[in-house]
């Protein structure tokens, strides 16, 4: 139709403008119908990819959104349900009555997150090992995986080892482990017994990381961690080995500069060491403490509370930017070099988050002193995280890559 009316213009000299302008008009008209049918098309696709599994990740941040309460779909599993549950996070089990922490989901803003399918995840994983490596947090966040997956597996054809610093969930039919590696500060250091780390003058060796990684470079699936070790100023560093004291070098190095030179040392064994046609590599940024309540306005620190924080944006004085900025710079560092490390970033979605810690509400190792029973915020832990909870969140994200690989 355009293309007749265009040479009628062409012939027809005695039309003038008018005719001109018309057809013009009609041409442009015919554009706007075609790039809607087409507009129309792209947007019927894009719906499709969202309810199957071509969600694409590229096009969306998955960690710029906000929290909504959803007590029909979370949590994700039974607290009481789940085999391996850690005392230390099982919140509901030592007496925390205000269960609504449990009952979060994350929506992105740009698009929504796959639902978790532990069937979907375990096929996925066959014949492959999850290995999380890192600190507590870390852990927290492994056993929330197992947490996920434990239920729908039969207890004949699930299986866990703890050996040393390495413990493996194993899903027998699936020929799959989700296993976790205690590193707290990911080179050598004095923290690495899995029992005995709380020394409170702490030591990395910070040029040393085979001892550790021969436990987890064949991994197909590698999530990191850590952070929370190293929040001091200063750490001792050392040049020699633990094991030979006369001849080892120690020198006390600003943190953050030691911070970067073990993610260094982890980035050379990574880029050297890993397989990077068959690995995906995942690093997890801070997970936020609320100790401070004075950061929100708040009592004393996240014992008794049971809201999240609603600010936009809220950041606490214990995020350190500085130590993520040498996260993304290493990372990115990583990528010139042909290895893609994706960043789960989790640090802002959690920082809402001051109601989801087990605060009192866990396994108290020692006996409480007379004082701790009268102060109760001088005793509640407000790193980790309650089981089912936020970590549960962090795992759905993993979840989008991994699936969606
Ligand atoms: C992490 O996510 C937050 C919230 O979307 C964003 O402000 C921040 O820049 C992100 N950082 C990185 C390293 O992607
Ligand atoms: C979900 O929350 C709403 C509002 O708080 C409440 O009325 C309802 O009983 C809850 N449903 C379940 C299944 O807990
Ligand atoms: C979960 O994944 C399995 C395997 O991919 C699939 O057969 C099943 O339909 C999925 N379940 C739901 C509820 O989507
Ligand atoms: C079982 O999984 C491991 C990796 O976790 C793999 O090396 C091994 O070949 C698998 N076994 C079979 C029979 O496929
Ligand atoms: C524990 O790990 C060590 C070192 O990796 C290994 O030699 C040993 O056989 C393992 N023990 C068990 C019971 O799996």
């Known amino acids: 139709m355009a293309a007749k009316k265009h ?20 041409f442009l008209i015919t554009l706007l119908i075609i790039t809607a049918v087409y507009l129309t098309q792209d947007s019927i696709g894009r719906v499709l990819e969202d309810t199957t599994d071509g969600l694409q990740l590229s096009e969306c941040n998955l960690f710029s959104g906000k929290w909504v309460f959803d007590n029909q779909s979370y949590p994700l599993y039974k607290e009481q349900q789940c085999t391996f549950m850690s005392d230390q996070l099982a919140c509901e089990k030592f007496g925390r009555k205000d269960l609504s922490y449990q009952n979060w989901r994350w929506q992105p803003h740009q698009c929504n997150l796959p639902r978790f399918n532990a069937t979907a995840l375990l096929e996925t994983l066959r014949n492959r090992r999850l290995v999380f490596v890192g600190d507590s947090l ?55 017994d899995p029992v005995n780390h709380r020394i409170p003058d702490r030591t990395v060796r910070i040029k040393a990381i085979e001892k550790h990684a021969r436990h987890w470079t064949g991994g197909d699936i590698l999530v990191f961690d850590s952070y929370l070790w190293w929040r001091r100023p200063r750490m001792k560093v050392l040049w020699g080995s633990f094991e030979s004291p006369d001849d080892a070098i120690y020198k006390e190095v600003e943190m953050l500069r030691v911070y970067e030179m073990a993610l260094r040392t982890w980035s050379d064994w990574v880029e050297v060491h890993v397989d990077r046609t068959k690995t995906q590599l995942f690093f997890v940024s801070m997970s936020p403490t609320h100790e401070r309540a004075k950061d929100w306005g708040g009592g004393e620190n996240c014992y008794k509370e049971t809201g999240k924080i609603s600010e936009e944006g809220y950041w606490g004085s214990d995020s350190d930017p500085k130590m993520m900025r040498v996260v993304e710079m290493v990372l990115d560092d990583l990528k010139t070099r042909g290895l893609n490390v994706q960043m789960l970033n989790i640090t802002q979605l959690s920082e809402y988050r001051k109601e989801a810690h087990p605060s009192i509400y866990r396994k108290q190792w020692e006996p409480l002193t007379k004082e701790q029973i009268e102060n109760p915020s001088s005793y509640a832990d407000c790193i980790h995280w309650c089981l089912p909870g936020l970590p549960d969140v962090w795992n759905e994200l993993l979840y989008a890559y991994i699936v969606n690989q």
């Open 7 to 26: 040479q009628a213009v062409v012939l027809g000299t005695s039309w003038g403008i008018r005719s001109r302008f018309r057809s013009l008009i009609a």
């Open 138 to 192: 870390n852990r927290n966040q492994w056993v929330s995986m197992v947490c996920l997956v434990d239920s729908w597996i039969p207890p004949k054809l699930r299986s866990m080892h703890n050996n040393d610093s390495l413990n493996i969930f194993k899903a027998i039919e699936y020929n799959a482990s989700i296993e976790f590696y205690w590193a707290p500060l990911l080179v050598e250091s004095n923290s690495d």
